[in-house]
């Protein structure tokens, strides 16, 4: 995972554990405990990292370290906790000449915060509204925005979609 700073770590982590998240909701015919499969996942990482870190390759350890990093801020508090524990091994295991080659923006992973930036839109309906806020990482590192969007139940106002039916598609 070779990125410059919080947020690219944030997107590459993101985009990576997305697609294995499809790939095990599309796989399985039953359903998938998401917190376990967090869990065990940033264990894995630990574990392969730990391997990587006694094996051949000095720097083999990095991706599944970074990984980790990546996890202590996308979960829920008590994910983000359990990717902590898992990386607090990690650390621990590093020699100190590799440890000191990590760059200093990694330990802002979880630190993330929000700016108080705010700005709510609303389509022509008012039935759907979205707000973007502003977070960046301490010291204004990586700013950046994200998108919140809620739908209602509430009816169109009259003049809008006759059939009842949901109103869906471009412009909507």
Known sequence: M???GPRELDDVAAQLLGAELHYRL???AS???FDWWFTDLAEAAMIRAGAAIT???RN???PYGR???AMTGLGSPALAQAAHTWLARVVKALPRDLAATQPPWLRLQSKITA???LWQLRDGYGGRI???AGFAYPDGIDPSVFLFTTTSSKQPPRGGHRSGRPLTGPGR
Request: proline letters at 4%; charged letters at 10%.
């Open 2 to 4: 070779p990125t410059r």
């Open 26 to 28: 599309h796989a399985h």
């Open 31 to 33: 359903g998938l405990w």
């Open 55 to 57: 094996g051949s390759d």
């Open 60 to 62: 083999g350890w990095q």
């Open 67 to 69: 990984l980790l990093h």
């Open 115 to 117: 700016t108080g930036q």
């Open 130 to 132: 979205a707000v973007v």
